[in-house]
């Protein structure tokens, strides 16, 4: 892993080192918690800064044979460090292996290979950098070139952080983005009638009929705009796109709210109405819609009720996409209330599905306004991002790709960045040394670093930020 890893030709290596590397970060969909920021925080020790709420490691080391004491139970700091270390030499081509290392290199300079034997070592030089003022969240953000980041927010929260954070003056944009996924999930009436209790509470509302709980969401709206929010975000199976009437969804939200379960249609006849409401706020303002699609989330009951959701019992669902995809943007591009969207898919099946859908809503009026999201969650990997980058440069026009995000809830996951620039530089500079692209560097190498930076900073509107010089 030394300054050429995964570049594999001369011109990957120049497109790379000369246009990609020098460009900065726009994490445009993440998870890190505002809350650390705001306060600027440090990181006890290493297991602090890379375990807490990492189900990526959890489910490899779950994988390895490690007890769940050491992943989400109360063992120390350190044995749970020593557990994932031991885990590590055991997730070669698994992207984790990568990352790992990645991250000791570009954070803390550690060049050795982490197993058992280096691991005590690893952690104490680790924890002893975590400590300094340089190893503070701020800090760790600063050191990778971050620009812009967008956290992920209820409709329900105060963004009191995001407002100290603002106060505080920190150059690094940290915006929040809109992710009403709770407020349309009525799978559960008691939990929704308590998500309604919440609502009233963050709204100063009282919420008795269905007119006044789109009336307390858009309030929430309004204010998250007033907040320099202009993305909004929802992880769903599939798109939900069902007819459906007032006066039906009246009835259903009065069911519901009195506390009686709705069967499967009414579930999927509200949740069609609310993103279409979600969607013609988002366009109103105009706001960047984002939609994560494809998860089959908490497949473990026994470990759900144990752990709850976001611990690592989530995989790929082989849902049925395209029709609801279709008939939900073409409602909306038929109102012309269409606003700027981006599609992620979790199923490597529906790559080609995706990029071709999309394109059908691509109306010229905005370049690359219906975009097919970059790999995510178990695609994020060397094998997935190369497939979604082919799906979109056969289906649509790869120069317009708004690039990577990390999606992730650890500040030390920024080298995803770099591990996706360095695939893409690989793939052009392949197909240049093939001759079946030209050799006009200059040209190709402005393509990279508008796929890098550029085009994010424009579609999502963030022009004032610096652009490095081109080469």
């Known amino acids: 892993m030394d300054e050429h890893f995964l570049l594999n030709s001369v011109t990957a290596q120049k497109l790379y080192h000369d246009y990609a590397k020098q460009m900065p970060v726009i994490d445009y969909h993440c998870h890190l918690p505002p809350e650390q920021i705001a306060e600027d925080i440090r990181f006890n020790n290493l297991t602090h800064a890379w375990l807490y709420g990492d189900h990526y490691k959890w489910r490899a080391m779950r994988t390895n044979g490690v007890n769940e004491s050491y992943c989400t139970g109360n063992k120390p700091d350190q044995e749970k460090f020593q557990q994932w270390a031991s885990t590590v030499p055991y997730t070669m081509r698994n992207p984790l292996y990568h990352w790992t290392h990645l991250e000791l290199q570009r954070y803390f300079g550690i060049n050795q290979l982490l197993n058992k034997d280096s691991a005590a070592a690893i952690y104490a030089s680790a924890g ?30 105060s963004l009191e952080h995001h407002q100290k954070i603002m106060k505080d003056g920190f150059e690094v944009k940290v915006l929040p983005a809109f992710r009403p996924d709770k407020a ?11 998500y309604l209790k919440k609502l009233e509470i963050a709204s100063s509302l009282t919420i008795s009929s269905f007119d006044d709980f789109l009336f307390a969401l858009q309030n929430r709206h309004d204010y998250f705009a007033t907040m320099g929010c202009n993305v909004s975000d929802h992880g769903l199976e599939e798109i939900y796109a069902e007819d459906f009437t007032g006066s039906e969804i009246e009835a259903i939200f009065t069911k519901v709210h009195s506390g009686k379960e709705l069967n499967n ?49 989530d995989s790929i669902g082989d849902f ?37 859908m999309l394109g059908n809503f691509n109306d010229g009026s905005v370049a690359g306004k219906v975009q097919f999201g970059s790999a995510w ?3 994020d990997q060397k094998d997935g991002i190369i497939k979604q980058l082919n799906a979109l440069s056969n289906m649509g026009l790869i120069s317009r790709f708004v690039g990577m995000l990390t999606d992730s809830r650890s500040f030390l996951s920024y080298p ?24 006009d560097i200059p040209w190709i190498g402005k393509l990279i670093q508008d796929i890098s930076y550029n085009n994010a900073n424009d579609y999502f509107g963030w022009k004032d930020l610096p652009r490095s010089t081109l080469k």
């Open 416 to 439: 995803r960045h770099e591990y996706f620039r360095r695939i893409l530089c690989n793939l052009f500079g392949e197909e240049i040394e093939n001759g079946e692209l030209p050799g």
């Open 265 to 313: 249609m009414e579930q999927r006849k509200f949740k069609s109405c609310m993103l279409l409401h979600f969607a013609e706020w988002d366009w109103e303002k105009g706001w960047i819609q984002q939609f994560h699609l494809g998860a089959l989330r908490n497949n473990n009951s026994r470990m759900m009720q144990k752990l709850g959701p976001d611990t690592g019992w």
């Open 128 to 157: 002893e950098m975590l400590q300094q003022e340089a190893f503070s969240t701020r800090n760790l953000i600063r050191k990778m070139n971050v620009t812009t980041i967008c956290t992920t927010d209820d409709p329900i929260d």
């Open 377 to 379: 969650w178990f695609l």
């Open 320 to 356: 049925s996409q395209a029709a609801a995809l279709s008939r939900f943007l073409n409602k909306l591009d038929s109102d012309d209330k269409l606003a700027k969207t981006i599609i992620y898919n979790l199923n490597p099946a529906d790559n080609e599905l995706m990029a071709t």
């Open 184 to 194: 349309m999930d009525v799978s559960s009436a008691l939990a929704f009638v308590a």
